[in-house]
T-cell receptor, first 109, second 115 residues
């Protein structure tokens, strides 16, 4: 099963870009990379997901390394509302989500 | 608002008791997932249903059971409650139940406190 490694915490200044890394060196060819976030006192919220090529949506961008052993979630302009725990998830065999401990993002005004 | 509703929001009960948590998925979603979030264990997958049938099982204790009804709402039953069962319980739903590619939409959670 592919395991993910994320930094425990990161800080960013408001209105600056944020790059949240995730290592998944044991990823298999069919594992999708998912990112969810959990704001304080709320349920997790979908951010983005991808397989091989970079992906963009209104919330963020996902940059996937060519060898797929790492990926980076990019928030283009951090706002205070982006302060949350960000989870990088690779469902093994597409069976279930393992959330891990995620990266706690602090946004400094 | 994800469109997933969970009731009740808060539940306080005593050890040894039994409780039922309810989840209504987003309109059109056929699959429901249950997760438990505690301080020491983080977010853990419990069980998934698709169109009334169990599809995947995670770290769900034998004292816990769930079902998905014909109208697609789901209930999680927790019995013989212990102090360690105190946690946030989240329900999520997705369209096709394909974990690899579906987006899961999470409800606001039910906070269970066992005294």
């Amino acid at each position: 099963d592919a395991k993910t490694t994320q930094p425990n915490s990161m800080e960013s200044n408001e209105e600056e870009p944020v790059h949240l890394p995730c290592n998944h060196s044991t990823i298999s060819g069919t594992d999708y990379i998912h990112w969810y976030r959990q704001l304080p006192s709320q349920g997790p919220e979908y951010v983005i997901h991808g397989l091989t090529s970079n992906v963009n949506n209104r919330m963020a961008s996902l940059a996937i390394a060519e060898d797929r052993k790492s990926s980076t979630l990019i928030l283009h302009r951090a706002t205070l509302r982006d302060a949350a725990v960000y989870y990088c998830i690779l469902p093994p065999g597409g069976n279930q989500f393992y959330f891990g401990t995620g990266t706690s993002l602090t946004v400094i005004p | 608002d994800s469109g997933v509703t969970q009731t009740p929001k808060h539940l306080i009960t005593a050890t040894g008791q039994r409780v039922t948590l309810r989840c209504s998925p987003r309109s059109g979603d056929l699959s429901v997932y249950w997760y438990q979030q505690s301080l020491d264990q983080g977010l853990q997958f419990l069980i998934q249903y698709y169109n009334g049938e169990e599809r995947a099982k995670g770290n769900i204790l034998e004292r816990f059971s769930a079902q998905q009804f014909p109208d697609l709402h789901s209930e999680l039953n927790l019995s013989s409650l212990e102090l360690g069962d105190s946690a946030l319980y989240f329900c999520a739903s997705s369209v096709e139940g394909k974990v690899a590619t579906d987006t899961q939409y999470f409800g606001p959670g039910t906070r269970l406190t066992v005294l």
